[in-house]
């Protein structure tokens, strides 16, 4: 059987305490039962525990024990502020990464394991940076809506001019993001609400054509 170190036995403590099964003001195992389970030096044992003091997880109580510290408002805070930071940061990520379309908060909060509070505030962060849009009955759009529409009117205006003559491909998605100045879900977004107008249509093997005479669509 490997060697168990006190950085490992440390671990263990701090993923039963993450997972819940030990929490704030629970009396953590004695130091004779860690080294009877773990097969160690008694001085293995304390060093783990100095590790979790020195990190403010653990609190000795003279006389007592050692018991899950509880945290502090300051410290639950920044633990949860930085939490929606982190989830935020992921749905970043796919928003500039992938091809989704919608989120809905129930669902997200059961993927990262938060509070549906949590996965509000890092919605409300994108809403904020203009990476989604709120809508009643649906949950949350990727890209925003005003900016989806500009790219829109944007395409619509270079039909107008000739830039894009119908019957020939529009540029795609990447090019489009880098030339409006938009994430491409946004870019993806207008398109398919241009193909709902009639104004581009897709054919296999050609991409997306301009159908539109730079008219009025119904």
């Known amino acids: 059987m490997a060697s168990v170190g006190f950085q490992e ?17 629970h009396r953590l ?15 293995t044992v304390r060093r783990a525990f100095e590790v979790l003091e020195a990190e403010g997880i653990v609190e ?33 990520r796919e928003v500039t990464e992938s091809q989704v379309t919608e989120w ?3 669902e997200l909060a059961t993927r990262f394991e938060v509070a549906p509070g949590t996965v509000r505030k890092a919605l409300q962060m994108l809403a904020d940076e203009g990476l989604v849009t709120a809508v009643s009955g ?26 894009f003559g119908v ?3 529009l540029p795609g998605e990447r090019d489009l993001a880098a030339r409006f100045g938009v994430a ?25 054509l301009i159908t539109w005479q730079g008219g009025k669509t119904e």
């Open 60 to 92: 000795a109580v003279s006389g007592k024990g050692r018991f899950v510290r509880a945290k502090t408002n300051d410290e639950s805070s920044r633990e949860a502020s930085a939490k929606y930071e982190q989830v935020a940061a992921q749905l970043r």
């Open 138 to 163: 649906r949950g949350w759009l990727v890209g925003s809506g005003s900016r989806t529409q500009e790219v829109m009117d944007a395409i619509k205006n270079s039909v107008k001019t000739g830039e």
């Open 167 to 169: 019957g020939t491909a």
């Open 184 to 208: 491409r879900i946004t870019v993806h977004r207008a398109i398919e609400r241009l193909e709902e107008e009639g104004v581009l249509e897709k054919q296999q093997g050609k991409g997306r």
């Open 104 to 106: 809905k908060s129930s």
């Open 9 to 25: 036995i440390a671990e263990e403590i701090r993923q039963q305490i993450d997972a819940g099964r030990w929490s704030a003001g």
């Open 29 to 43: 195992p004695s130091e004779a039962a860690l080294v009877a389970r773990f097969g160690v030096a008694r001085a």
